[in-house]
């Protein structure tokens, strides 16, 4: 991937002007972009970034091995940030609700949580998610069919996650 593809996060921006800095050490200035930046780690193996992301409190639970292993075996087709609490440049906690989409052995699945973060001395940190419970209200704008897909495809909503 070149830094003038589009980045993974869906975010419809080129990987340089969104994400790639972020992988590459820049601080992410919101927790929103951070969340981002580690949806683009996962789709792009980048493993690194997923430990200096982690909250230091979280980190001697990574497993790398299966993380590395989780990443590969899956195509990552899109994020959707449903919600945002707090995390901007000023606070120093937030959180974002999101659905990452992947297919895995060929199925497409979804991975839908309200993730935890916390700036520590000018940087976010992911502290951890929190599961949508089945049944838990969506956030997010109804989106009508033939409305451009918010998981950021390009598609109308009705031939991509609408299915």
Known sequence: MTSNDTCPCSSGKPLDACCGPIL????APTAEALMRSR??????????????????????????KAAAR?????????????DVL???????????????RFSHQGEPQELSER?????????????QGMPR???QEQRAPKVGRNEPCPCGSGRKFKKCCGR
């Open 133 to 135: 419970k089945v049944g």
């Open 70 to 82: 989780w990443s590969a075996e899956c195509e990552w087709t899109g994020l959707a940030v449903l």
């Open 86 to 100: 707090e995390g901007g440049e000023a606070d120093e906690r937030g959180e974002v609700e999101f659905t990452a």
């Open 115 to 127: 993730g935890v973060f916390a700036r520590e001395g000018g940087e976010w940190f992911y502290v």
């Open 24 to 27: 590459a050490g820049a601080p």
């Open 39 to 64: 949806y683009s780690a996962y789709a792009r193996g980048d493993l690194a970034h997923l430990r200096r992301t982690l909250h230091p409190s979280k980190r001697r639970r990574f497993d790398e």
